[in-house]
T-cell receptor
Framework: AQSVAQPEDQVKVAEGNPLTVKCTYSVSGNPYLFWYVQYPNRGLQFLLKYITGDNLVKGSYGFEAEFNKSQTSFHLKKPSALVSDSALYFCAVRDMPTGRRALTFGSGTRLQVQP | DGGITQSPKYLFRKEGQNVTLSCEQNLNHDAMYWYRQDPGQGLRLIYYSQIVNDFQKGDIAEGYSVSREKKESFPLTVTSAQKNPTAFYLC????????????FGQGTRLTVV
């Protein structure tokens, strides 16, 4: 079975500082990994994905994520945080080729960027 | 303007009543999904459909039902058997390729009164 863990319920950083939101996964095959962001009372917006190839993936709004197979992690990063980055972030996995075709999500991490 | 439309945005239901949440997409996607979101629990999969006239149960299907009679529509019925239906419901769609992301609607907040 595929699963995702986001070990931090909340992350606080100062504006201009780098941010990291952690994600670890468990799959039986090769993972497809995704990050989404959610603003209050809205749907999820796609940020980036890892399918294969380069372990560092670049996405929307200056975000990037690093895939680490040995640590089964896919942490979301941004070099310089903005107050407008404050939101709820979800990591998701799809286990291929044998897993369920629907995405499995983590419990979410609330990012608070302080001015 | 392409996208996924969920309606209504807010829905109130009396205990013991069934209610149907609408999800329509004009992205020509084959696959559609329903998730439930509760505080601190992330998104949990209710049902998903990879093609018209076919759907599979997710992790929390009990008390819910779906249909997929048209490619663009995937309505979710919350039945009276669902004991704790108050939640934020999210619909999503994607193409069938496994390496593609899902696109989400804006959600329906259901409250039982």
């Amino acid at each position: 079975a595929q699963s995702v863990a986001q070990p931090e319920d909340q992350v606080k950083v100062a504006e201009g500082n780098p941010l990291t939101v952690k994600c670890t996964y468990s799959v039986s095959g090769n993972p497809y990994l995704f990050w989404y962001v959610q603003y209050p009372n809205r749907g999820l917006q796609f940020l980036l994905k890892y399918i294969t190839g380069d372990n560092l993936v670049k996405g929307s709004y200056g975000f990037e994520a690093e895939f680490n197979k040995s640590q089964t992690s896919f942490h979301l990063k941004k070099p310089s945080a903005l107050v407008s980055d404050s939101a709820l972030y979800f990591c998701a996995v799809r286990d291929m080729p044998t897993g369920r075709r629907a995405l499995t999500f983590g419990s979410g991490t609330r990012l608070q960027v302080q001015p | 303007d392409g996208g996924i439309t969920q309606s209504p945005k807010y829905l109130f239901r009396k205990e013991g009543q069934n209610v149907t949440l609408s999800c329509e997409q004009n992205l020509n996607h084959d696959a559609m999904y329903w998730y439930r979101q509760d505080p601190g629990q992330g998104l949990r999969l209710i049902y998903y459909s990879q093609i018209v006239n076919d759907f599979q149960k997710g992790d929390i299907a009990e008390g819910y039902s779906v249909s997929r009679e048209k490619k663009e529509s995937f309505p979710l019925t919350v039945t009276s058997a669902q004991k704790n239906p108050t939640a934020f419901y999210l619909c999503a769609s994607s193409i069938r390729a496994e390496n593609t992301e899902a696109f989400f609607g804006q959600g329906t907040r259901l409250t039982v009164v």
